[in-house]
Structure formats: C-alpha cells, structure tokens
C-alpha cells in the first residue's frame, strides 16, 4: 500500500464523517484528493524522468470522469459522490492503460458491493432503531398491493415447475425472491424512515423535495437533481416547512470498497483470470 491509498484513505474517512452527519460531502475535500492525487502523479514523473505517467493519468482522469458522469446521471450517486469519485482517478494509475483499466474495474466492483452492505447495514440499523414505525408502514404496503399479490405467487410456481426441469431457475427462483424482498424493505424504509418535515430556514441546497411546492405563482419542482440556490431562496422567503426524502449516505460505502482494494485487489485478479482462462 503505497502513499495514495493512505492520502485517500484518510480523505474518505473525513468524508464519510460529513457525509453521516450533513449527507454531503464538502467540495474543497473533494478538490484537495483531485489536486493532491495529480500532484502526486506529476512528481513522480519528474522524480522518475518518465511523463509516460501523466498521459496515463490524463486517461484514468477521463475514464473516471465518464464513469462519473454515468452514475450521476443514471441516477446512482448524487454530485458528491459523483465528485469523489472523480477525485480518486490518481489511485488507479497503473503501469499501463490496460493496468489501469483494471484497477478501475476491479475498484468499481467492490464500489458496488460495499455499497449495497453499507446500505442494507444501514437500513436495518435504522429499522432496529423504529421498529413499531416501520411495521406499521410494511402493514399499509401489504394491504395496499394485496392485489397484485396473487400475480407474484403465479411467477413464483411457474418458477418452481420449471425449476425441476433446469437447475437454472433455482437460481432465477432465489433471485426473484431476493429482490422482491429487497424492494418492499426498501420502499417501507422510504415511506417511513426517510421522509421527514424540515423547516425551510434548514433546506440545503442538494435536498429532494417529496413532492412539487407551489410559491406563490411559482412552482419548486421534485427533481432527482436536488433544490438549487434559486430554490431555496423561494422557499425560505414563503413557506415554514417542506417535506424532504433523505438518502442513505453513501461515502462509507466508498470506504469499504477501498479498504477492500487494498486488501483483496490481486485476490480478486486472480479470481477474474480463472474465469476468463
């Protein structure tokens, strides 16, 4: 582990802390990791007399910049996010574009795990934490899609049938099940943990409103995007309180990705070149 994974290490620590606490990661945290990381890259090019370097590091840049842009836009990161992961372009340099093609990739792939444990860590935390608020929700929901239910089951013993004839759709079976599991805790989550009524004076900007809030003539529009300065301008000048949705923030599980590339990377390249062999 060299000197970028613990120059990183320490900035995603500082930001999963304000992510916790603020949901939003600082801008001039994210600019320092950007600034520090190509800093470091451009001296050891001069410090090796080999600016080979810098033309890898102007690629990864650009890779992790579409890559970016991709989760942002797809609706996967918010800014912040999207932002740090930019910054962190210099840890992936390799000695190659191909080698840091791979470091990308292998570091994504843990992004996405770790991000998926960090969430559903932090989901079940918050519903140990409002038990009695949450069943009460997942009660409502169940009632209010008990229609639909009798479609779920005719899938389900479709999905049995078949699953005597081909083993594959076990694993179709498992799959289906997870995921409708997975969607109705999370829309429950939502619904009854992270929907709440802040007072305008408190929105920030990034917040996302529940719902479209008429402002006099003017109407604040629910974007995935988030409120924007002239937003929240209107909004503090006449309305006491909004419902915003909270997001589970997503930093620590940027923490657990890179934690795990330093520990796991070549284990993982190992795996991955015993699958393509």
């Known amino acids: 582990m060299n000197f970028l994974f613990w120059f ?21 945290l ?4 950007l600034v520090g990381g190509a800093g470091f890259l451009a001296f050891s090019a001069v410090f090796n007399w080999d600016f080979k370097i810098v033309l890898i590091g102007l690629f990864g ?44 990739g292998v570091f994504v792939i843990f992004l996405l795990l770790g991000g998926a444990v960090w969430g559903l860590v932090y989901g079940v935390g918050l519903v140990a934490m409002n038990l009695d608020k949450f069943a009460k929700v997942l009660r409502e929901d169940f009632k209010k899609y008990k229609k639909c239910s009798w479609l779920l089951v005719l899938l389900l013993v479709i999905l049995v049938v078949l699953s005597f004839l081909n083993n594959l759709f076990w694993l179709i079976l498992i799959f289906v099940i997870v995921i409708f599991i997975l969607m109705v805790f999370a829309k429950a989550l939502e619904s009854s943990l992270m929907i709440r009524k802040i007072a305008a004076s408190d929105l920030r900007e990034g917040d996302w409103l529940v719902e479209d809030v008429r402002v006099s003539k003017r109407l604040v529009k629910s974007h995935w995007e988030g409120l924007t300065k002239e937003d929240l301008v209107l909004l503090r000048k006449f309305h006491k309180k909004v419902l915003i949705k ?22 993982l390249f190992e795996l991955i070149r015993g699958f393509l062999v």
């Open 8 to 28: 990183f290490l320490i900035g995603i620590v500082v930001a999963s802390l304000q992510d916790l606490k603020r949901r939003e990661v600082d801008n001039w």
């Open 61 to 104: 840049f650009v890779v992790m910049f579409a890559l970016g842009n991709l989760f942002y836009y797809g609706r996967v990161f918010a800014g912040g996010d999207a932002k740090l992961l930019i910054a962190m372009f210099a840890l992936f340099v390799g000695g190659s574009i191909v080698g840091t093609l791979q470091n990308i």
């Open 246 to 267: 909270e997001g589970i923030p997503f930093v620590p599980g940027f923490l657990i990705a890179l934690i795990c590339y330093g520990v796991f990377r070549e284990v």
């Open 30 to 33: 994210n600019y320092l990791l």
